[in-house]
């Protein structure tokens, strides 16, 4: 019974940046790494960044290297994405995700997901 709620999408200029938040409950959040993930029309869903269950490893997606960074609370249990010099084909639903212990890039390696969020980013 995993919940991951994410928050923070919308829409932003080319150029702009954007924070999402990924709130868990239904598990040992300190157990868990924790992943972003998007899906944009008609495409495959993608790894954006995870980072691992005791936030010593990070992953970010190598063409997003030097935009995007990951981080995580264990108090409020949130997972974090800064995005940033948002382009065009950065618009996607954006998913947070949960697995045991360490990061993986594979979708079906995932046992919790959230509803998604849409960032539109507009010329």
Not at 11 to 34: E, N, P, Q, W
Not at 57 to 82: E, F, H, M
Not at 95 to 108: G, L, M, N
Request: some cysteine; proline content about 2%; aromatic content about 8%.
């Amino acid at each position: 019974q995993v919940q991951l709620a994410e928050s923070g999408g919308g829409l932003v200029h080319a150029g702009g940046s954007l924070r999402l938040s990924c709130a868990a409950s239904g598990i040992t959040f300190k157990d868990y790494a924790m992943a972003w993930f998007r899906q944009a029309p008609g495409k495959e869903r993608e790894f954006v960044a995870g980072i691992s269950a005791g936030g010593g490893v990070r992953s970010i997606a190598d063409s997003l290297k030097g935009r995007v960074s990951i981080s995580r609370d264990y108090v409020k249990s949130t997972t974090d994405l800064q995005m940033n010099k948002l382009k065009l084909e950065d618009t996607a639903v954006y998913y947070c995700a949960a697995r045991p212990v360490t990061i993986s890039k594979s979708v079906e390696e995932y046992v919790g997901w959230g509803q998604g969020t849409q960032v539109t980013v507009s010329s």
